[in-house]
């Protein structure tokens, strides 16, 4: 599916939603999805506002914050609480299901796609009896830049006190 194709059907579908609420319109709303459509990562609220303002959007905080929440809400956008971070957010419309690796140092968020995870979803749905919509996997360790910056500062220390 094309971005621009994909771009007017997730437009559509919130201005369905829009109305449906008996929301306003506004063009703030668009131009905040339009964003979030454009990115290809992991975002928090504070990220994209300032990325918005540098762009010369005219958008307050409050709004920025609101209309993620109409996104999350209508299923266009996909909020995650990763540990102890603040919340992000990713686009969802027609984007394949995936789970994450979250680095607990730095907060680093990868994407990673197993299809042994998804048989695993089906068999432990046919096993209980239960239909699964979605899944959520989260894995947290320390990422390889981590753990060479940390293994650097040990050699480091250890030099010192060698000396």
Known sequence: MSTNHNSELVRKIF???????????????FAILEEIYSRDDHFDVETLYIHMKNQKYRVSRATVYNTLELLVSCDLVTKHQ?????AQFEKSYGYHQHDHTICIDCGKVVEFCDPRIQQIQSMVGELLKFEIKHHSLN??????DCSAKAAMNNQNNDIKHAS
């Open 82 to 86: 990763f540990g102890k971070n603040m």
């Open 15 to 29: 201005e369905a939603y829009l109305e449906n609420k008996s929301l306003r319109k506004t063009p703030e709303r």
């Open 139 to 144: 894995l947290y360790g320390v990422c390889f």
